[in-house]
């Protein structure tokens, strides 16, 4: 495996391979990075890649708070899932979708 000078020291391959895949804050990621961390070769974090073309954003409107966030979903249990990250499920709206960009209309 190849050691690249990175300007603050060298780094293999797997190591940069891994760091695009990290996702932040890290805390809402866990699972995911978890996964990645595990990998123990190129080919791994290729595979776990593909995945992500079937990843899927939640989109969640918390009328509570008056925000609009958007997470990267991949559970099946959608009102835990809300009520661990602080929102109250009779008090939000939310949305599944492929698509992780929201395009809004400004009058």
Known sequence: MTNVNTGGGYINEL?????NLIKTPLKFHEEWNAKVNACESIEEL???DERLTERKYLFVLDFTSGDCFRYDYC??????????NGHKVDDCEWMLTKNGKVETIHN
């Open 75 to 84: 559970t099946e249990d959608l009102e835990n899932f809300l009520t661990e």
């Open 46 to 48: 290729e595979n776990l």
């Open 15 to 19: 190591s940069r391979a891994k760091s």
